[in-house]
């Protein structure tokens, strides 16, 4: 089946410094790719949609500047959270579109991040 | 707009009885509804999905789940409860623009007591 990678699968940093996270689609093609924020006990929030070769829609709310997404390839989307601050402490959660015709999301396993 | 609701936040069950997750909709058009389960610090596996073909879903774990378009309903249920089915259970429907936005419930926390 569609297997999602995310790296690393938790993190820990100091308040102010930059944070990568990888999503991979390991054997599908995802032009399209999306990132949600999970808090403790909560659904999971919508950060942005991913376009392979083009820029990432954001959600309403969502400061495009502090969450970085690049999508340079049909199996691979980047979020960095820039000048991260304890209130980016959360769990971030992606998911990758097949384009098989099934319209189905397959989710990554998630990155817990925690800002120090 | 799209929109779902879990009309219970937490269910407890006893192992080996019945299991039914709640799941409202709203939508103006034919949805796409899907169940999603999470374990604890994991990600989300999907369960079952309908796309305007049966009404009654079967999925994984034996987990269905039927559509009820006059009670605008997609509840989730499975016969027998079995303690690895605690979890938490998202019913979702896809959004109306083509980039297939997905719209989450609040979730409900399924306990299996022994």
């Known amino acids: 089946g569609a297997v999602v990678s995310q790296h690393p699968s938790w993190v820990i940093c100091k308040s102010g410094t930059s944070v990568k996270i990888e999503c991979r689609s390991l054997d599908f093609q995802a032009t399209t790719m999306f990132w949600y924020r999970q808090f403790p006990k909560q659904s999971l929030m919508l950060m942005a949609t991913?376009?392979?070769?083009?820029?990432?829609?954001?959600e309403q709310g969502v400061e495009k500047d502090k969450f970085l997404i690049n999508h340079a390839s049909l199996t691979l989307s980047t979020l960095t959270v820039t000048s991260a601050h304890p209130e980016d402490s959360s769990f971030y959660i992606c998911s990758a579109r097949d384009q098989g015709g099934l319209e189905t999301q397959y989710f990554g396993p998630g990155t817990r991040l925690l800002v120090l | 707009a799209q929109s779902v609701t879990q009309l219970d936040s937490h269910v407890s069950v006893s192992e080996g009885t019945p299991v039914l997750l709640r799941c409202n909709y709203s939508s103006s058009y034919s949805p796409s509804l899907f169940w999603y389960v999470q374990h604890p610090n994991k990600g989300l596996q999907l369960l079952l999905k309908y796309t305007s073909a049966a009404t009654l879903v079967k999925g994984i774990n034996g987990f269905e789940a039927e559509f009820k378009k006059s009670e605008t309903s997609f509840h989730l249920t499975k016969p027998s409860a079995h303690m690895s089915d605690a979890a938490e259970y998202f019913c979702v429907v896809r959004g109306s623009s083509n980039t297939g936005k997905l719209i989450f419930g609040q979730g409900t926390t399924l306990q299996v007591k022994p």
């Open positions: 991913s376009n392979e070769g083009s820029k990432a829609t954001y």
